[in-house]
């Protein structure tokens, strides 16, 4: 027992630290000065970005359902889906904000109060569900379900939250792109 909870603090040590470093080196990175010149297929991601939100969104859902009904095996499939999903999300993200590409909402719009507050929610939680989502997976598949529903409880609706936010900040920012 005392080796588990040992191994768990080291885990969970090192989620925390992995964590820090991502969103630091986002936050890094979203501020490079732009670059000269954009390649063709950079346009394309935020496009791409809001598609893997919405098929993340819809994995959450199914697999929150399959739990619902026991299925756990789907459950974790549908997870490591939205996992690798998300992973390839933020690869996407970094990738398009290395080459300094920024569109800003129009001051003088109307809606401009409820798209920042859309999207600073949506930054802000999406930095917080890192590390749940990475504490939620190592004690789904490496330790007791109890301390994995504990946490899931708070993940999935922050997950949730992140995923439909972020194709709602697109839809609401796209018409606004320069290129």
């Not at 909870?5 to 630091?24: D, H, K, N, P, T």
Request: charged share 15%; glycine share 4%; hydrophobic share 55%.
């Amino acid at each position: 027992m005392e080796d588990r909870m040992m191994r768990e603090r080291q885990v969970l040590r090192g989620i925390y630290a992995l964590s820090a470093v991502l969103v630091a080196a986002v936050a890094v990175i979203y501020n490079l000065p732009k670059a000269e010149h954009v390649p063709d297929f950079v346009p394309w991601l935020p496009r791409l970005n809001a598609g893997i939100n919405t098929v993340c969104t819809i994995f959450l859902i199914c697999s929150f359902a399959a739990i619902k009904r026991g299925r756990v095996e789907l459950h974790k499939r549908l997870n490591i889906a939205t996992f690798a999903l998300s992973a390839l999300f933020l690869m996407s993200y970094v990738t398009f904000h290395t080459f300094g590409v920024e569109t800003r909402f129009p001051a003088d719009n109307p809606w401009r109060p409820i798209y920042l507050f859309i999207l600073i929610t949506h930054i802000v939680l999406a930095a917080v569900v890192l590390p749940l989502v990475l504490a939620t997976f190592y004690r789904g598949l490496a330790g007791p379900v109890a301390a994995h529903r504990r946490i899931a409880r708070w993940t999935l609706p922050i997950w949730l939250y992140v995923t439909v936010t972020g194709v709602i900040v697109y839809l609401m920012i796209s018409p606004h792109y320069s290129f």
